[in-house]
Protein backbone atom coordinates (compact mmCIF):
# COMPACT_ATOMS: atom_id res chain seq x y z
CA UNK A 1 0.00 0.00 0.00
CA UNK A 2 0.73 3.47 -0.39
CA UNK A 3 -0.18 6.34 1.28
CA UNK A 4 0.09 10.42 0.53
CA UNK A 5 -0.51 13.01 2.37
CA UNK A 6 -0.09 16.53 1.09
CA UNK A 7 -0.43 19.63 2.85
CA UNK A 8 0.45 23.45 2.21
CA UNK A 9 -2.78 24.85 0.54
CA UNK A 10 -4.52 28.03 1.59
CA UNK A 11 -5.71 30.76 0.66
CA UNK A 12 -3.95 33.71 -1.26
CA UNK A 13 -4.00 36.51 -3.70
CA UNK A 14 -3.56 36.68 -7.32
CA UNK A 15 -0.08 37.06 -7.83
CA UNK A 16 0.84 35.04 -4.93
CA UNK A 17 2.87 32.15 -4.65
CA UNK A 18 2.55 28.70 -2.69
CA UNK A 19 4.03 25.65 -2.56
CA UNK A 20 2.25 22.28 -2.22
CA UNK A 21 3.89 19.11 -0.45
CA UNK A 22 2.84 15.53 -0.80
CA UNK A 23 4.54 12.76 1.21
CA UNK A 24 4.44 9.17 -0.13
CA UNK A 25 5.07 6.06 2.52
CA UNK A 26 4.75 2.71 1.76
CA UNK A 27 7.24 0.64 -0.23
CA UNK A 28 5.61 -0.43 -3.11
CA UNK A 29 2.93 -0.25 -5.43
CA UNK A 30 2.34 -2.77 -8.39
CA UNK A 31 5.09 -4.80 -7.57
CA UNK A 32 7.46 -1.40 -8.35
CA UNK A 33 9.26 0.79 -5.78
CA UNK A 34 9.29 4.47 -5.38
CA UNK A 35 12.08 4.79 -7.60
CA UNK A 36 10.23 3.35 -10.42
CA UNK A 37 7.24 5.23 -10.41
CA UNK A 38 5.63 8.38 -11.45
CA UNK A 39 3.92 11.02 -9.28
CA UNK A 40 1.35 13.77 -10.29
CA UNK A 41 -0.44 16.42 -9.07
CA UNK A 42 -4.18 17.13 -10.37
CA UNK A 43 -6.43 19.78 -9.37
CA UNK A 44 -10.54 19.57 -9.55
CA UNK A 45 -12.67 22.62 -8.80
CA UNK A 46 -16.13 22.04 -7.49
CA UNK A 47 -18.44 20.85 -9.86
CA UNK A 48 -15.71 20.47 -12.41
CA UNK A 49 -13.78 17.48 -13.62
CA UNK A 50 -10.33 16.47 -12.05
CA UNK A 51 -7.39 17.83 -14.40
CA UNK A 52 -3.84 16.82 -14.94
CA UNK A 53 -1.56 19.66 -13.31
CA UNK A 54 1.89 17.82 -14.18
CA UNK A 55 4.48 15.16 -12.93
CA UNK A 56 7.53 14.09 -11.95
CA UNK A 57 9.35 10.73 -12.43
CA UNK A 58 11.43 9.67 -9.14
CA UNK A 59 14.01 8.72 -11.47
CA UNK A 60 16.07 11.41 -13.06
CA UNK A 61 13.66 13.73 -12.05
CA UNK A 62 12.38 14.66 -15.02
CA UNK A 63 8.90 16.81 -15.29
CA UNK A 64 5.97 16.97 -17.23
CA UNK A 65 3.26 20.05 -17.11
CA UNK A 66 -0.18 20.84 -18.53
CA UNK A 67 0.22 23.52 -20.97
CA UNK A 68 -2.40 25.88 -18.96
CA UNK A 69 0.59 25.62 -15.77
CA UNK A 70 3.45 25.36 -17.99
CA UNK A 71 5.65 28.90 -17.07
CA UNK A 72 3.50 29.02 -13.79
CA UNK A 73 4.22 26.34 -12.48
CA UNK A 74 6.95 23.76 -11.53
CA UNK A 75 7.53 20.44 -9.57
CA UNK A 76 10.05 18.97 -7.57
CA UNK A 77 11.11 16.09 -5.23
CA UNK A 78 13.77 15.35 -2.32
CA UNK A 79 13.89 11.15 -2.93
CA UNK A 80 15.73 11.35 0.71
CA UNK A 81 12.30 12.67 2.30
CA UNK A 82 9.88 10.61 -0.19
CA UNK A 83 8.31 14.26 -1.03
CA UNK A 84 7.36 15.90 -4.01
CA UNK A 85 6.35 19.70 -4.23
CA UNK A 86 4.30 21.55 -6.63
CA UNK A 87 5.62 25.24 -6.63
CA UNK A 88 3.19 27.64 -7.95
CA UNK A 89 3.89 31.20 -9.03
CA UNK A 90 1.66 33.83 -10.33
CA UNK A 91 -1.29 32.34 -9.38
CA UNK A 92 -5.28 33.54 -10.90
CA UNK A 93 -8.37 33.01 -9.27
CA UNK A 94 -9.03 30.19 -11.74
CA UNK A 95 -6.15 28.10 -10.02
CA UNK A 96 -8.62 27.69 -7.46
CA UNK A 97 -9.21 24.00 -6.73
CA UNK A 98 -8.53 21.16 -4.39
CA UNK A 99 -4.98 19.60 -5.27
CA UNK A 100 -4.57 16.06 -4.58
CA UNK A 101 -1.31 14.30 -5.28
CA UNK A 102 -1.16 10.38 -6.91
CA UNK A 103 1.13 7.28 -7.57
CA UNK A 104 1.52 5.92 -10.70
CA UNK A 105 3.03 2.71 -11.75
CA UNK A 106 3.42 4.34 -15.27
CA UNK A 107 6.89 5.55 -16.59
CA UNK A 108 6.02 7.48 -18.96
CA UNK A 109 3.98 10.40 -19.17
CA UNK A 110 0.99 9.76 -17.45
CA UNK A 111 -1.98 12.44 -17.53
CA UNK A 112 -5.10 11.02 -17.08
CA UNK A 113 -6.85 10.02 -13.85
CA UNK A 114 -7.00 6.49 -14.21
CA UNK A 115 -3.40 5.83 -15.38
CA UNK A 116 -3.12 6.92 -11.13
CA UNK A 117 -2.85 4.22 -8.13
CA UNK A 118 -2.93 6.05 -5.23
CA UNK A 119 -4.12 9.72 -3.98
CA UNK A 120 -4.18 11.60 -1.57
CA UNK A 121 -6.79 13.35 0.52
CA UNK A 122 -6.13 16.60 -1.28
CA UNK A 123 -5.12 20.20 0.23
CA UNK A 124 -7.78 23.22 -1.23
CA UNK A 125 -6.40 26.27 -3.21
CA UNK A 126 -8.28 29.10 -2.63
CA UNK A 127 -6.98 32.43 -4.54
CA UNK A 128 -8.94 35.34 -4.66
CA UNK A 129 -8.65 38.59 -6.76
Known amino acids: QVQLVESGGGLVQAGDSLRLSCTAS?????????????MGWFRQDLGKERVFVGG????????FLSDSVKGRFTISRDNAENTVYLQMNSLKPEDTAVYYC?????????????????WGQGTQVTVST
Open 102 to 118: AASGILGTPTRRQDYDY
Open 26 to 38: GRTFSGRTFSRST
Open 56 to 63: IRWIGGST
